[in-house]
Nanobody, 117 residues
Framework: QVQLVESGGGLVQAGGSLRLSCASS????????MAWYRQAPGKQRELVAR???????NYADSVKGRITISRDNTRNTVYLQMNSLKPEDTAVYFC???????????WGRGTQVTVSS
């Protein structure tokens, strides 16, 4: 069972930057596909970015060019570097892990990001 703990959220002005971290327990982090999701008040949870176990990435159209996902397998950690933040990026950001063959979703408790205009 993998456990995920997010950190790095906070309050930032529009145009600013934040780096979120997600630390994973366990010794097989390298086998997991990792992702960041976000959920704004009154909205459904949506995918922000994903990085596979072999390092391939993909992003939501709304964040392309502003946000970068990366992973450090030596630290069992996945990062989300967020630049040029906008008020519409305000949400709780959740870390997700899943892997074959069962593709069960593992979630962290989330970290709040608030972008003021």
């Amino acid at each position: 069972q993998v456990q995920l703990v997010e950190s790095g959220g906070g309050l930032v002005q529009a145009g600013g930057s934040l780096r979120l971290s997600c630390a994973s327990s366990g010794s097989d982090f390298v086998t997991y596909h990792m992702a960041w999701y976000r959920q704004a008040p009154g909205k459904q949870r949506e995918l922000v970015a994903r990085i596979t176990s072999y390092g391939s990435t993909n992003y939501a159209d709304s964040v392309k060019g502003r946000i970068t996902i990366s992973r450090d397998n030596t630290r069992n950690t996945v990062y989300l570097q967020m630049n040029s933040l906008k008020p519409e990026d305000t949400a709780v950001y959740f870390c997700n892990a899943r892997r074959p063959p069962n593709w069960a979703d593992h979630w962290g408790r989330g970290t709040q990001v608030t972008v003021s205009s």
